[in-house]
């Protein structure tokens, strides 16, 4: 019983990570209008912003470039806590 349950529970997992809960995915947000969002160029930079203004940017390398979600999802970006 215990074996049946580990699987089932592995299966339940492999699920989730591979279809994913569709926050912030780049299927559902290509389906939704383009939405633009603000990326440091900076090297260690590794989130997206909502707002050019942001707190999160303060610190930014780089140069502050507007780009669209989907392409910052793309880069491995993630959402900024503090804008979203």
Do not use: P, W
């Amino acid at each position: 019983m215990k074996k049946i349950f580990g699987f089932i529970l592995v299966i339940c997992c492999c699920a989730v990570c591979a279809f994913g809960n569709g926050y912030g995915s780049v299927q559902q947000i290509s389906q939704n209008k383009a939405t633009y969002v603000y990326i440091c160029t900076g090297g260690h930079a590794t989130k997206y912003h909502r707002h050019s203004n942001c707190k999160g940017l303060g610190n930014c390398k780089g140069e502050i470039k507007k780009v669209s979600e989907v392409d910052a999802i793309r880069q491995g970006r993630t959402r900024c806590k503090i804008c979203y």
